[in-house]
Structures are given as structure tokens and as C-alpha cells.
């Protein structure tokens, strides 16, 4: 009976985690779903297309990528970094286009998946990473300016165009749809402090959309949403070669930006949890499959979005499950709710965006890099500018660039000093026997960045007859520090000045031995220590033992009279 007991308890206990998941998967997705609706409608808006496209994609990729992708408990649906690039695409190529990028953009993200690239991502530098966010940002608040001011402009495909049309038409301005806006916007901030259950964007939404049908404000609305499930279409010229080829560069966009933005708000979802870890290469694959798709019902690109996933944490959303509630519970919406969706004001929108704007800047990123360097500060500024003037893709590739070479700038700053002769030549070292040897300590890789700096210092040495290199705290050198290195032997060479390498660590021993240079050098003139290269030109000196060439074997001998 006890046996009986005691193999029921873990199945009781396992029936009891179970419960508790589902209700926290329930509250987390409903929740999610309450918080996504405003906010795929605004999207997709903020993306030049039809609101209903919004809803459609979060509706299929929430579902999608919740079962395919790597993170538990990820969100995903339009979001306003995608809104940036997607709103340029509209623009130039129309929605049917966009479609056959988007599916271009879904294989892309599984081949990266495949291929397991998930991790690059954390090799993004923080300030690019910061100064994209913030250029976004800021492209979305002036994007809504137009509403905003309750204008019918067409859309331009470029930042400055147009807000200078908006400025140009300023005057024209709806009052009633800046009351609107200014209502929304009070809604989120106020809202919060009385109740946090409730999303205020949808309390704004909701107060927004009745006092424009109540009182019939003259404003422009999002229009009619189907009331039924979004359903299986085909997806025009997917044949057309030439129009594919035209689209490559586009789809590179959305797929680096969609991957980019779902395993950043994975990586914040893993910092919230204490489950299951997300698993990059696996989410680029539920997200590059949600992209592949979406096209076909209609939907835009999505990427995992972070405000909604951390709603769902928040809320209780601990599995897989709580994505596929947050879809159904969207659809669910869509086919009772669309017709009352058809008096929201694009003024509501416009509000609800710029409040995300303005909180997606990241004004303690800005506060950090003040403080921390100047270098990174510029380098965040410069990604944020070109993503404003120019496009996010080209502002990625700068701002890494810029990173690189900062980088580079940082590791070159190698370390280079002669020492003394009192610290290091044995007691009894003769004076004459002095001035024929320079030791110089190096610290630092010696690559690219700092190979010519290190040829040129030792060039300059006046004339010795040995020059001895201490190189314990090189960990490391490139084909270009290699190349450096030979031409000062044989600078030294000419010379009749004998180059003496120390205390080589294992990889720099490995990369000389396979390039040849160590042969060249000779193993005779590379030593342990210091004092027992200093002996091997001496052995006179009083205290000098045999000295013993480097065996490399042990770290004890290379550390000893270093």
C-alpha cells in the first residue's frame, strides 16, 4: 500500500503543474490577445496596409510560431520595427509584393535556422542594437504625424519627404482628430495608475472610437473588417523570376530584422523565466515558417514582439500553449467583434503608436553610453541617424562597421615598452654587454590593428646586436602580425642584430610552427624566460645556469624570471 502511495504522489503532483500551467497559459494569452488587438491593428496601418492584415497576422503567426518556434513563451505579430521596413516596401512595390518578400523572407530565417546562425545575434554590438531601436522609434512617431493632424496624405516611401509634406499641410490639421489623439494618449498614461489588468491603449481605443460615433466627428476611420477567419489564398506573380530577383534585398531586410527583433524579445523572455530557455536556431525557424505563411491569408511579416510576450510572462504564460490561446483568442474577436472594429479612428492609432514610440526609445541605453564612452555614444548615434535618413538595413551594416572599427581601434592599442636594464639583466651583467641588448615587453594581440605600430617601434631601436622580445601576454596573433614579425627578423637580419623571442604562449608557438617563421627564427633563439635568454648570450654571467631553450610544455617555467 505504502509502494502504491508513493508511486501516485508524482502523478498527483504532476496533474497539479499541469492545471496550474493551463490557467496561466489562459490568463497569459487572453491577456496577450487583449494587449495585441490595438496594437496589429496600429501596425498595420503604421505598415501601409489594410488594419485586417494586422489581425490576420497576428492571428497566424501568434499561432504558428508558438508551436514551430524555440521560445515558450513568445508572442509574435506585427510590430513596429518591421512596420519601418514593411511601410518602405508598400510604398514601392504594392502589398502583393510584399508577400512573395515575406515567404522570401520566411526561408531565409529557416535556411539561418538550419544552418545554426541563431547565435550571431548576440554578437550585435549594443550600441547598434540601441541606435536602431531609437531611429525606429522615432520613424514611427513622425510616421503617425499624419494622423496625428487628421491629414489624408499619401504615403511617402522616404523619412524626410515625408514629414516636410506633413509640416507643408500642417495647416489644414483636423481638430478633432488631434483631440483624439491627445485622448488616447492621456488614456495609456493615466490609465495604468488606476488599473494594470487592462491595457490602457485599448481603454483609449475604446473611449476614442465612442466619442467619435457619439457625437459623429468628422475624422478618418480604419473601415470595414471582414467578419469571418482569414483563409488560404494564392499569392500573385510568385513565378516571376525577374520580379524575385528585384525583391532579394528586401527580403534580406525583413529577414535580418525579423530575426534580429524575435531572438532579442526571446532572450528578454528568457531573463523573465525560470523554465524552459529559448533555443535561437529553433525560433528562427518558427519565425521563418510563420513568414512563410502569413502571406497566403493575407498577413504581413512578424516578428516575436516584445511588449506582448512580457504581458504574457507577466500574466502567467509558461508554455507553448499560451501563444495559440493569444491566436484564437484574436480570432475569436475578429469574428464577433469586426464590425465595431470598422469606427475606430485613425486618430485612436496614431495615439496608440506614438506612446509606443516614445517608450521603445531607450532613454537609459542613451544615459549608459553617455557615461560609459563617446566612442560608443557616436557609434549609437550614427546607426540612429542613418536609420532615420536612410533605411534600417544600411543602418545595421554602418553601425557594425563603425563597431568593427572601434574595436579594431581598441585592440591596437598595444602595449609596447622597453624595460629596463636594471629589472632584468642577471647581477653581474657586464655594462658593455648591456648596451648590445633591448628587451621589450609586449602585451596584447598583435594583429592587423596593431602590427604596424609594432614594426615600427622596434625599427626605431638604435643599433643593438640583440633584440629580445617578451611576448607572455600575447595570447594571440593574426597573419598580418605574423608577416610584421618576419619582415623585423629580417630588418634585423641586415642588421647583424639577433632577434630573441620569451615566454611564447601556445597559440602564438602553433600559428609560427605552421607558417614556417619559427624554423626561420630558429628554436635556439626562443627561450622560457628572460634571464635564461639573457644567459644564452652570456653564459659568464655570475648566477647563470645552463640556459634552456623553450619546450613549451610548461606554464611553471615561462612564468619563472619572467
Known sequence: ????????????????????????????????????????????????????????????????????????????????????????????????????????????????????????????????????????????????????????????????????????????????????????????????????????????????????????????????????????????????????????????????????????????????????????????????????????????????????????????????LSGVIHGVALAVIVLTLAPLAAQIPLAALAGILMVVSVRMIEWEAIGLLIRATYSDFAVMILTWLVTILFDLVLAVEVGLIAAGALFIKRMSELSLAKIPETEVFPPGTPLELGKEIAVYRVDGPVFFGAAERFATFLRDEPEVKYLILRLRYVPNMDTTGLVALEDIYHDLERHNCRLILTGLQPEVKQLLERSGLLKTIGLSNCFETTTDAICSISPQIAGCSQPIAADFKTKELMELND
Open 1 to 320: 500500500m505504502a509502494t502504491s502511495n508513493i508511486q501516485e504522489e508524482p502523478q498527483v503532483l504532476r496533474l497539479g503543474r499541469l492545471f496550474r500551467e493551463l490557467r496561466g497559459d489562459l490568463t497569459g494569452g487572453l491577456t496577450a490577445a487583449v494587449v495585441a488587438l490595438p496594437l496589429a491593428l496600429a501596425f498595420a496601418v503604421a505598415s501601409g496596409v489594410e488594419p485586417k492584415a494586422g489581425l490576420y497576422t497576428a492571428i497566424v503567426t501568434g499561432i504558428v510560431a508558438a508551436i514551430f518556434g524555440g521560445s515558450p513563451v513568445q508572442i509574435t505579430g506585427p510590430t513596429g520595427a518591421m512596420a519601418v521596413v514593411l511601410v518602405g516596401i508598400v510604398a514601392k512595390y504594392g502589398i502583393e509584393k510584399v508577400w512573395i518578400a515575406g515567404v522570401m523572407a520566411g526561408i531565409i530565417q529557416v535556411a539561418l535556422g538550419i544552418a545554426k546562425l541563431g547565435q550571431l545575434v548576440k554578437f550585435i554590438p549594443y550600441p547598434v542594437t540601441a541606435g536602431f531601436t531609437n531611429g525606429i522609434a522615432v520613424i514611427i512617431f513622425c510616421g503617425q504625424l499624419n494622423n496625428f493632424f487628421g491629414l489624408q496624405l499619401p504615403r511617402s516611401e522616404h523619412f524626410l519627404p515625408g514629414l516636410w509634406q506633413t509640416i507643408t499641410h500642417a495647416e489644414a490639421l483636423n481638430w478633432a482628430a488631434v483631440g483624439l489623439v491627445m485622448l488616447v494618449i492621456a488614456a495609456q498614461v493615466l490609465w495604468s495608475k488606476i488599473n494594470r489588468t487592462i491595457p490602457g491603449s485599448l481603454v483609449g481605443l475604446v473611449l476614442a472610437t465612442g466619442i467619435a460615433a457619439y457625437f459623429h466627428l468628422d475624422v478618418p476611420t480604419i473601415g470595414a473588417i471582414p467578419q469571418s477567419l482569414p483563409m488560404p489564398q494564392g499569392i500573385p506573380h510568385w513565378n516571376n523570376f525577374g520580379l524575385i530577383r528585384e525583391l532579394i534585398n528586401p527580403a534580406l531586410a525583413l529577414a535580418a530584422l525579423g530575426s534580429i527583433e524575435s531572438l532579442l524579445s526571446a532572450v528578454v523572455a528568457d531573463g523573465m523565466t525560470v523554465s524552459e530557455k529559448h533555443n535561437s536556431d529553433r525560433e528562427l525557424i518558427g519565425q521563418g515558417l510563420a513568414n512563410i505563411i502569413v502571406p497566403f491569408f493575407g498577413g504581413i511579416p512578424a516578428t516575436g514582439a516584445i511588449a506582448r510576450t512580457v504581458v504574457n510572462v507577466r500574466s502567467g504564460g509558461k508554455t507553448r
